[in-house]
């Protein structure tokens, strides 16, 4: 099948359009074409950015990336080395860098679909699945966002809690909820804005809580002194660094789609994404693997005894409040999610900002339901929620990448993505979907959890490899099926033309 270039249109692609007048009275209040939008609240949700709207540039995303990572989260992401494996300093240390280098690869080859596309992650994920077969991904990424939204308010209601006693752990769960709602209403600009100023407060508490750790008399020598190891904690806790990246894959592209396409290039968006995760992740769950070591149990609470009273108490504060940013990024997410899972089925429909925003409620209701409910069994809760994250995302972030990258080479018809029927992608794209399911289901066997464990996993003694099973399997095998079903067909956009503006819903 001869597939258009991306930014061409297609055969009976017809893109969504206000529903009645009233919404097109408002759509009339969004930027003329080829001119930036100038309302505080961004307009746009899961429809292309034409190219007069693009602005950023890619080295901003480091900044993006690694303030989402240093929050407590990946703090007490990195206890579970010493913790929950059993792993010494040194071994810890390997696993946590391995799993968080090769992780962060795939997930910033996503960052590159953004500027080539002007679509969000999921939509672009039509054009491996179809229009209804991308839906159990997305569906999939809504509870993933619950999760994360869940764990990050858990970590940062106890480290405020510690702050400020007066408010209980319970009141700091709204407050940093509602928070991150005004960040994540706000939208992209304000996120990548915030992401800039919280990368400088994360470099700041960073190396104040090294030199307060270096200076603690005890606190180094306990962590040389550890020394386990165990094969299957270490490559459980490499398969723990390469899922805390990929979990980023189905949205690293919704932080890149506003960027210029001649400006942002493939090789400049995926390094800058790439070195602001991982080092971003590599260098708070070092801190965490060392405060697990020395102090146990809990590293928030480690942080309190290394930095002591009033300082802890700035730091922790601080910590939380990165959090804002981290959760608003979520609950933005999340919204396009549940936008395209509902446009799948309504494809004239393209809502804008007020109906963005009514949708963040549901995702925070739920997210804050889930905090409250496991803030007193965290951290079992956490490590079986990155392992079932683990088992369905790997499969789809392969086929994605190898589609975007091998088989069509970023060439994709965008005006499909929002078409009745799915365009050229068809409602279904039954190799995909057959791909997915028979790798998950090839997986199950390797699976190590709290409540499951296959028998593959048994025999090795709880190494989970499902996740390099999740990785090569649907690699190889989507490669060899796709390339035989479709050709690439040589881009014939110009370099600056847009792809098509669609109609919104409303301001």
């Known amino acids: 099948m001869k597939h258009p270039a991306s930014g061409a249109g297609s055969p009976g692609a017809e893109a969504p359009r206000p529903a009645g007048a009233a919404d097109t009275a408002e759509a009339g209040t969004r930027a003329a074409p080829g001119g930036p939008d100038h309302h505080l609240v961004e307009g746009r949700t899961i429809d292309a950015v034409p190219e007069?709207?693009?602005?950023?540039?890619?080295?901003?995303?480091?900044?993006?990336?690694?303030?989402?990572?240093?929050?407590?989260?990946?703090?007490?992401?990195?206890?579970?080395?010493?913790?929950?494996?059993?792993?010494?300093?040194?071994?810890?240390?390997?696993?946590?860098?391995?799993?968080?280098?090769?992780?962060?690869?795939?997930?910033?080859?996503h960052a590159a679909q953004g500027p080539r596309l002007g679509v969000p992650q999921m939509i672009q994920s039509r054009g491996q699945f179809g229009s209804h077969g991308s839906l159990l991904v997305t569906l999939v990424v809504v509870f993933m966002y619950a999760g994360w939204f869940a764990s990050n308010l858990v970590i940062a209601g106890q480290a405020l809690h510690r702050s400020v006693p007066a408010v209980g752990v319970p009141g700091w769960l709204v407050l940093c909820a509602l928070a991150g709602l005004v960040v994540a209403v706000v939208g992209y600009d304000l996120i990548h804005r915030v992401g800039r100023w919280a990368t400088v407060l994360t470099l700041a508490l960073l190396a104040l809580c090294a030199v307060r750790v270096v200076m603690t008399p005890g606190v180094l020598e306990r962590a040389a002194h550890a020394t386990g190891f165990t094969l299957s904690g270490f490559v459980g806790m490499t398969a723990i660094g390469i899922l805390l990246q990929i979990t980023y894959a189905p949205y690293v592209s919704d932080y890149t789609r506003y960027m210029p396409a001649h400006a942002a290039s493939r090789r400049s968006t995926l390094w800058f994404t790439y070195w602001g995760s991982v080092l971003g992740s590599v260098l708070p769950m070092l801190l965490g693997i060392v405060m697990g070591i020395a102090v146990a149990d809990d590293a928030i609470a480690g942080l309190d005894t290394v930095l002591g009273g009033t300082l802890s108490a700035v730091v922790l504060g601080a910590f939380a409040v990165i959090v804002v940013h981290v959760n608003s990024m979520n609950l933005y997410g999340t919204s396009l999610c549940l936008i395209t899972a509902a446009q799948t089925f309504r494809h004239r429909w393209l809502p804008g900002r007020r109906t963005r925003t009514a949708l963040i409620a549901a995702p925070l209701a739920l997210g804050l339901t889930l905090a409250l409910a496991f803030q007193d069994t965290f951290l079992a809760s956490y490590t079986d929620f990155l392992a079932i994250l683990q088992y369905v995302l790997i499969p789809w972030t392969a086929i994605n990448l190898v589609d975007f990258y091998l088989i069509r080479r970023g060439h994709y018809d965008v005006p499909s993505f929002f078409a009745p029927g799915g365009g050229v992608y068809g409602r279904v794209n039954g190799p995909a979907v057959l791909v997915y399911a028979v790798s998950f289901a090839l997986e199950v066997p390797f699976m190590h959890t709290s409540a499951y464990t296959g028998p593959v996993a048994t025999a090795l003694d709880g190494i989970d490899l499902s996740w390099a099973v999740g990785l090569l399997v649907p690699s190889v095998a989507y490669w060899l099926i796709a390339r035989r079903r479709t050709a690439t067909a040589p881009d014939t956009t110009a370099p600056a033309a847009p792809a098509p503006a669609l109609p919104q819903e409303g301001s």
Do not use: K, Q, Y
């Open 52 to 109: 007069g709207e693009r602005h950023g540039r890619p080295r901003d995303l480091f900044a993006v990336w690694f303030a989402a990572n240093i929050s407590p989260l990946t703090i007490v992401s990195g206890t579970i080395a010493p913790l929950v494996f059993g792993l010494g300093l040194w071994p810890a240390i390997a696993a946590v860098t391995l799993g968080n280098l090769l992780g962060g690869f795939l997930m910033a080859l």
